[in-house]
């Protein structure tokens, strides 16, 4: 089955810094990108998501990167805030409607101000 | 506004105790799914449904079984707890095929003692 590396576990930047996820899957069948935030004592959002037919994907101050070949996608956040602050999972599956969607291990971004 | 409610938030058991968590959502989902979260291990799924007569196991039901009594309500039950089952549970929905989006519950905590 698949497999989701996330890196780093935890991740402190300045206020005003930009801030990068990694993330690696094994499945060279996964189409489907997305990331989710959980603040402190919340559930999981939603903040944004890509498959795999384009590169990149901009909504604000936040992006995803995918590289279909070396099977790895990123999420950078600029321009960072005191509310970036939580823990952010990737996430990979097959398509839209799989329900087979690995989750990576967390990465809990600090922003100091 | 609509969501995803579960019930009880917190819940402290004894080893060998059957525990019932319960969810219910007004989103006018389908999909429902419970997913696990451990520290360092980020969220597994543990069963899904796709309507009431529709039951599938992920990747961690060991322990677990689950009930879909209504289009509404998934619940997920701990026939004997132990305490590796002490972790965060989420409940999850998810609409049809157009969006790959899962929107999560607030969360049980439960402590197997």
């Known amino acids: 089955g698949e497999n989701v590396e996330q890196h780093p576990s935890t991740l402190s930047v300045q206020e005003g810094d930009s801030a990068v996820i990694k993330c690696t899957y094994s499945d060279s069948a996964s189409n489907y990108f997305p990331w989710y935030k959980q603040e402190l004592g919340k559930r999981p959002q939603l903040i944004i998501d890509?498959?795999?037919?384009?590169g990149e994907k901009k909504d604000q101050r936040i992006a995803v990167t995918l590289n279909k070949t070396a099977k790895h996608f990123s999420l950078h956040i600029t321009e960072t805030q005191p509310e970036d602050s939580a823990v952010y999972f990737c996430?990979?599956?097959?398509?839209?409607?799989?329900?087979?969607?690995?989750f990576g291990t967390g990465t809990r971004l600090t922003i100091i101000p | 506004d609509a969501d995803v409610t579960q019930t009880p938030r917190n819940r402290i058991t004894k080893t060998g105790k059957r525990i019932m968590l319960e969810c219910s959502q007004t989103k006018g989902h389908d999909r429902m799914y419970w997913y696990r979260q451990d520290p360092g291990l980020g969220l597994r799924l543990i069963y899904y449904?796709?309507?009431?007569?529709?039951?599938n196991k992920g990747e961690i039901s060991d322990g677990y079984s689950v009930s879909r009594q209504a289009q509404a309500k998934f619940s997920l039950s701990l026939e004997s707890a132990i305490p590796n089952q002490t972790a965060l549970y989420f409940c999850a929905t998810r609409g049809r095929m157009n969006t790959g989006e899962l929107f999560f519950g607030e969360g049980s905590r439960l402590t197997v003692l």
């Open positions: 890509i498959r795999s037919n384009v």
């Open positions: 996430a990979a599956s097959m398509d839209f409607g799989n329900e087979k969607l690995t």
């Open positions: 449904s796709f309507d009431v007569k529709d039951i």
